[in-house]
Each structure stands twice: as C-alpha cells, then as structure tokens.
C-alpha cells in the first residue's frame, strides 16, 4: 500500500491504424490409411504449395506454419441394425500464414493460382499492419496523457496539487491488430477464366481500432 496521500488514475488510449499487410491463412487436410503416409502426403502438399507461391515472389519461408496436428479419424457404419465405428485412418490439417506487403493485384493473382490448384486448400483473408510497436507505443503515450489530464481535472476539483509519480501501470494485454473482411474460410477451387490471370480484387479495409489503458499514481499535496 502506497504512503501518503495518492490518487490513482486510469487513463484510456484509442487509435486507428490503417491496415498495410495483407495475411492469408491457408490449410491443407488429408486422410490416409497408414501414419506415415499422411505425414508424407502432408509434407508433399506443402512443398506443392509453395512452388503455387514461387512465382508471386515468396520465398519458400515465408509460408509460415500456424500450427499442425494428425489425429485418428473414424467412419460409422451399419451392421445388423446396429451403427458401429471403425478406424479410417490418419487426418493431418496443416494451417499455415502467408503475410505480404498490401497489393490487391498480387492477391488477386495468388488467389487465381489457388483456386486453379489441385491441392484444393482452405483459406481467408486479413489485414494488420507492419509496425505493430509503433503502434503500441503511440497507444500508450495516448494513454499517459488522458490519465494525466483527467488528473489534473480531478486535483483542481479536490483543490489539491499533483506531486511526482508513484507508478504507472500497463496492462500489457495482447492487442489484436488485425481486421477481417473475409470472416470465414473458403475452399479455393471456383470456375476460372483460362484467358485471365487472375482475380480483379477490389478490397480496401477498413482502419484498425485498437484501444488500451494505463494506472497512473500520483502523490498529491
């Protein structure tokens, strides 16, 4: 407990951040019969799906893992009026993260090449932005300066003045910088144009709204 006389202030920062990034997440599924045939098929279909992406300028490590599981897979079936279950075999689901500078036409061509691809892989689209610290950091400085005015508010009120600070204490909560026209995930085959070269993508997102908040403790005399 702090001595003397304090006075404990919450402050709140709010800003919008334009979004400058573009993500896809993508996700490959399979099911095999045998363990290691799945993790082979797996690694297959990864490698597959980066030689799609080669020629949009990725390199191969840029295709970021999210995360990846193989779980036992089961089918029912009927046998003499009774619904049973036998084993079916291996499902692998691989999620994965591509980020790039925002550029509708390298999209739209990435997406065409998706959706032509054999793989057939499960995706969706988001925003965030490149510079998450300076974000952060102007969030915080927002938030300094609404506890210190609220402060000033309250020791002018109270007819008593503010002394040095005590603390000050940030949340350090996870901010979610990012925003998701496409809320859902898509399968990628669709009917293609053979003459085009890819889709004509016309997406601006909207601003990013992030907020956070700081303690300030004053004393007071």
Excluded at 8 to 33: F, N
Excluded at 172 to 199: K, N, Q
């Amino acid at each position: 407990m702090e001595d003397g006389r304090i006075i404990r202030v919450k402050g709140k920062g709010q800003i919008k951040a334009k979004p400058d990034v573009t993500r896809i997440m993508l996700t490959l599924e399979g099911t095999y019969r045998d363990y290691g045939e799945t993790l082979r098929s797996s690694s297959q279909q990864t490698e597959q799906l980066k030689d799609i992406l080669a020629p949009f300028g990725f390199e191969r490590c840029d295709l970021k893992t999210v995360s990846f599981d193989v779980d036992t897979e089961y089918e029912s079936f009927k046998e003499k009026e009774v619904y049973k279950q036998r084993f079916a075999g291996y499902k692998f689901r691989h999620c994965m993260k591509l980020e790039f500078d925002s550029d509708n036409e390298r999209l739209g061509k990435v997406l065409y090449a998706l959706a032509g691809c054999p793989l057939n892989p499960e995706f969706c689209i988001s925003y965030t932005v490149k510079d998450r610290e300076a974000v952060k950091n102007e969030l915080l400085g927002r938030a300094v300066k609404d506890a210190k005015a609220k402060a000033y508010v309250l020791a002018e009120s109270a007819e008593v003045k503010l002394g040095e600070i005590k603390s000050i204490d940030y949340s350090w909560a996870e901010i979610d910088f990012e925003v998701r026209p496409m809320s859902r995930a898509y399968a990628a085959p669709v009917a293609l144009d053979s003459r085009a070269a890819g889709f004509d993508m016309d997406i601006e997102p909207d601003d990013i709204e992030v907020t956070d908040t700081v303690t300030v403790v004053w004393e007071i005399n």
